[in-house]
C-alpha cells in the first residue's frame, strides 16, 4: 500500500476519495502539522511508498504552470548559530529525494513578495512551498521512499495568495493527470 499525501483537502480536490492501491493523508499546511501527521501515519502502519502531491511558487523564472518532480528540499525560514541562512542547528541543510528535478525550498509561511523571493533563490532553490523538507525528512526516518510531486500555483510575488486560490484547483487536476499517467490510477 502507498500513502498519498497532501497538506491541504483543496490540492486533493481533483482527486477520488478512494485511489486503488493508495490510502490517504492530509496533513495541514506547515512544516510542524505535517511533521506530527505523517509520523503518526508511520508509526501506525508500514507503506511501500509516499507520494505527496500539493502546490507551489515558483521562485525560478524558467519554471512554467505544470507540474514538478522534486530532487531535493532545503529550509529558507531557518538560521544556523552563525547567522547562516537556510542551515539548521541540528537538522541537514538539505535532504535528497534521490530522483532527477526540481530543488523546493520550505518555510512556514506563504511565500508573496520579490525581497524573500530573492533571498529564497540565492538558497538554490526554483520552487517553494510549507512542507516538503518536513515529509522528506520524517520519510528517511522511517526508511519509507518518498515522491514530490509538485503543481505550480503562482510566481510567489505579488498577490501570490490570490494567484494561489484561484490557481489550486487547475494544479489538482493536473496532478490527477500526472498520477494516472505514472500510477495508472
Sequence with gaps: MKLLVAALESELVAFPSELPGFERLVTGPGKLQATY???RALDATRYEQIVVVGTAGAIDERLDGTVYEIDAAIQHDVTSIDGIVGQHVSLPVRVELGREGVTIATGDHFVDDA???AVIRSLGAGLVDMETYAYVWVAGQFGVPIRVLKAVSDRAQDDALTDWRTA?????AQLREYMRADYGV
Aim: aromatic residues 0%; hydrophobic residues 65%.
Design 115 to 117: 525581497e524573500a523571493v
Design 168 to 172: 489550486v484547483a487547475a494544479c489538482s
Design 37 to 39: 501527521a505523517l509520523t
